[in-house]
Structures are given as structure tokens and as C-alpha cells.
């Protein structure tokens, strides 16, 4: 029996999962060369994706105005992958926003959880 090849989207989820872990573990370097290994624009796409995903998720756990600004840097960020739709060099720069944002909102959840405790205290949606 042979397992299934991974597909896309987990591959991109399973890279930002990667990415994340080495930069917590202070490993800059490594997790750079991570998000220059995706060569072509349907990879950065499906890295990019994993970003959002993850991203999406924990923003969904953060109080209502770091929600809300969270909310609208996805937004930004989709127009930035919108307009470089093309070009595969503009896609990387947003692929790196996009890791950027992932490391932002996972610190500040963190944060909020050490202030503030469970998101299900501040009333994050579907928490608790």
C-alpha cells in the first residue's frame, strides 16, 4: 500500500507550519531558504495559501480590534498577491509579507493569551 502523494495545499499549509517553528526556534536564515525554495508561481501560490490559512485561523482567536486589524492586513495582502498575479519575483515579496503577518498575529495571540487568557475569555468567535 503506497500513501497518497501530499497535495498542494497541504504541502503549503505544512511549509508555513515549518517556517513558523524555525523562526520561534530563532533560526532566521533557515526559515528564509524556505520561502525560496517554491519556483514557480503555482507553488508560491499554494505556500502562500498555507500562510493565510494559518494565519486566518489564529487571527480568528485574537480580541476584536487585533481581529479586526488583523482582517484587514489579509485584505492587503490579497491585493498585493493580486497585483503581482504575474510576476513570480512579486509573488515571493508576498509570500515573505505573508510569513511576515503569520509571525505577527501568532505573537500577539500569544500575547493576548498570556494578558488575557483563553480566547473564550475575550470572546473570541468559536472559542470555548
Keep these: 500500500m503506497t500513501a497518497e502523494p501530499e497535495s498542494p495545499a497541504d504541502s503549503g499549509v505544512r511549509l508555513a507550519q ?4 524555525l523562526v520561534q526556534d530563532d533560526r532566521p536564515d533557515d526559515a528564509e531558504a524556505l520561502l525560496t525554495a ?51 519575483e512579486g509573488l515571493r515579496s508576498w509570500l515573505r509579507e505573508a510569513a511576515e503577518e503569520l509571525v505577527t498575529v501568532t505573537r500577539l495571540a500569544e500575547a493576548a493569551r498570556l494578558r488575557l487568557g483563553p480566547p473564550s475569555s475575550y470572546g473570541a468567535p468559536g472559542a470555548g
Excluded at 519556483?39 to 500562510?51: C, K, M, P, T
Design 38 to 88: 517554491p519556483a514557480d508561481a503555482r507553488e508560491l501560490v499554494f505556500a502562500g495559501a498555507g500562510f493565510t490559512a494559518l494565519a486566518r485561523r489564529t487571527g480568528r482567536t485574537l480580541p476584536t480590534a487585533m481581529r479586526a486589524q488583523a482582517s484587514t492586513r489579509q485584505v492587503r495582502l490579497g491585493q498585493l498577491r493580486d497585483a503581482n498575479r504575474g510576476d513570480v
Design 18 to 21: 515549518e517556517y513558523l517553528r
